[in-house]
């Protein structure tokens, strides 16, 4: 059973940075598709930042590229998502996600795309 736990939100001025974290466990593939998503009042959920880890290759959404980056963390099985000149825009819950993710290159992107989700963590840009 997969479960994946994020960490890391919180209320900061604009301008300022965040890092996110997303703990997983349950996963025995080498080859994972991880992707962090987020949802603000109102919207649609969206994708922001994606990587295959069996390959390190990584995707963003416009919005936030040059700004967010996703890594693999120093512990087993955690990811991070790194959030610089964060803009009231960015608040929004934020959502990881992972799916497999074998004979492919590039991440997945699409929110059908991953099979299992985190319970968030909210992130407030003010």
């Known amino acids: 059973h997969v479960q994946l736990v994020e960490s890391g939100g919180g209320s900061v001025q604009a301008g300022g940075s965040l890092r996110l974290s997303c703990a997983s466990s349950?996963?025995?593939?080498?080859?994972?598709?991880i992707g962090w998503f987020r949802q603000a009042p109102g919207k649609e959920r969206e994708g922001v930042a994606f990587?295959?880890?069996?390959?390190?290759?990584?995707y963003y959404a416009d919005s936030v590229k040059g700004r967010f980056t996703i890594s693999q963390g120093n512990a087993k099985n955690t990811m991070h998502l790194r959030m610089n000149s964060l803009k009231p825009e960015d608040t929004a819950m934020y959502y990881c996600?992972?799916?497999?993710?074998?004979?492919?290159?590039?991440?997945?992107?699409?929110?059908?795309?991953?099979?299992?989700w985190g319970q968030g963590t909210q992130v407030t840009v003010s």
């Open positions: 349950g996963y025995t593939s080498s080859s994972v598709c």
């Open positions: 990587i295959n880890t069996g390959t390190g290759r990584t």
């Open positions: 996600a992972a799916a497999g993710c074998r004979f492919r290159l590039g991440p997945k992107s699409m929110r059908d795309e991953y099979t299992y």
